[in-house]
């Protein structure tokens, strides 16, 4: 079996997270933040979700630079916790829930899709679904090819998303009222229970938008010289997109009220009909869309190397870890977890997806992986650690806590779901395990 190549450079990286970032995410959730705010200080949403994004990514810097293996989270889990002990089950339970919450993430995309698209044709909600199927099928298609291609893809891609970003906040900066919401952001302000209950709330929708920022982690044993370019592509990713977001979000309440843009479903489109007119909104439309088909293709792309790490590590079933013969890309793992994201768009709804997303990641990736970092940095030389994050460990504590309030927020219908969740695959693993004679119950070094 061959090798994965590392072909990847520190431009196709951040390209890749980028791309993942900006999904149709920031253009869904930005009415939606407003509602929950219901105020101008909504920006401070999306200040809080690229707070979190900035310190949670010291962490995966620190993990990736380290141990920069396809399949990420993964192996960080693994060699935190033990590779003989703990890190199996936590290990397992990560890919357990991957296999759950990344199609999770590719079928919210594609609703996401589906969703605009109505912008320019009307759906019905038989049609919408054909839509959204349909991007997931493309998607899988363009992606069974070796990654050199897809780097190549994933660059122009980028190259869209950035141009819709600039033309909405051109826009914004030409009708010359771009400073007034930030002037007036404070309007109304009152820092209180029910401002901490609203911005928990509306940062599950800002931190929804900012994910991906550590795709590339996925891919690390794709990416050249790892201990350098991993880190980088992370913090040049959330740096642009964190100021990309807030100059967007200025941008269309300098044209459109906020009273007015929280009840749209397609404030973008409104906000470039209202400069330019329809046939402009139209054409921003379809940038949108080309987004939105971006983010599917690079959160696809990493979530397909996470099975496939487990299971040429004997860890998950053998058949995931099959490459293909000619083109050397994990292509059981894609079309498992396209096929999976496939029947998910045709189930379930937008907002319920986001919320599920989060509250199945939070506990077994985002905590733990922090959890983890600490024993690590106990246990092991500095010298395994190429990146080290400054004032360690305050910025770890910090993330642990940030992730357990989005958690909260997530609401107790999704915290019940994914714990329910975590525990099914606590159960199913030491089943395997037993059968197996695995940890527990063989005896082994916990380290």
Not at 59 to 73: D, H, M, Q, T
Not at 136 to 146: N, T
Not at 174 to 187: E, R, S, V
Not at 348 to 362: C, E, H, P, W
Request: glycine residues 10%.
């Amino acid at each position: 079996m061959s090798d994965l190549k590392r072909s990847l450079g520190l431009g196709q990286a951040t390209a890749i997270n980028m791309i993942d970032m900006v999904g149709i995410g920031p253009f869904i959730t930005l009415p939606m933040v407003i509602g929950m705010m219901n105020g101008p200080y909504f920006l401070y949403a999306w200040l809080a979700g690229a707070a979190l994004s900035i310190v949670d990514a010291m962490i995966w810097s620190e993990l990736g630079a380290a141990f920069p293996r396809a399949g990420g989270s993964y192996n960080f889990l693994k060699e935190a916790y033990g590779k003989n002990g703990a890190g199996k089950l936590m290990s397992f339970l990560f890919v357990w829930q991957t296999m759950i919450q990344a199609p999770l993430v590719i079928a919210s995309a594609a609703i996401g899709f589906a969703k605009y698209f109505s912008y320019l044709v009307p759906l019905n909600p038989f049609t919408s679904k054909i839509v959204s199927g349909s991007v997931v099928i493309l998607i899988v298609l363009l992606l069974y090819r070796k990654i050199e291609t897809i780097g190549k893809i994933s660059v122009m891609l980028w190259s869209g998303v950035i141009i819709t970003m600039l033309w909405i906040i051109g826009g914004g900066i030409m009708h010359g009222n771009f400073l007034a919401p930030i002037k007036h952001i404070n309007d109304g302000l009152s820092i209180d229970y029910a401002f901490v209950t609203a911005i928990g709330f509306a940062s599950v929708k800002t931190v929804y938008s900012y994910l991906g920022y550590y795709n590339i982690c996925h891919l690390g044993g794709e990416i050249k010289n790892p201990s350098t370019n991993i880190p980088r592509s992370m913090f040049f990713a959330i740096g642009g997109i964190s100021i990309l977001y807030l100059m967007m979000n200025i941008s269309v309440v300098s044209v459109v009220p906020w009273q007015v843009a929280k009840d749209s479903e397609f404030v973008v489109s409104v906000f470039i009909q209202q400069l330019m007119g329809s046939n402009a909104a139209n054409i921003a439309t379809c940038l949108i869309l080309w987004v939105a088909f971006a983010s599917v293709f690079s959160a696809t792309l990493g979530y397909s190397r996470i099975p496939y790490a487990a299971a040429i590590d004997n860890s998950f079933f053998t058949i995931f870890g099959k490459l293909h013969p000619t083109k050397n890309f994990p292509y059981v793992s894609l079309l498992f977890l396209g096929g999976v994201a496939f029947i998910f768009s045709l189930l379930f709804r937008l907002g319920d997806i986001i919320n599920a997303i989060l509250a199945m990641r939070i506990l077994i990736q985002f905590i733990a992986q922090g959890i983890g970092l600490l024993l690590l940095r106990r246990s092991r030389d500095a010298k395994e650690f190429p990146y080290k994050m400054p004032l360690f460990p305050i910025p770890v504590y910090i993330a642990i806590a940030m992730w357990l309030f989005v958690f909260y927020s997530t609401g107790s219908k999704m915290i019940s779901g994914g714990l329910i969740v975590i525990g099914v695959g606590t159960v199913v693993y030491f089943i395997k395990a037993k059968i197996q004679n695995d940890w527990p119950f063989k005896v082994s070094d916990t380290f």
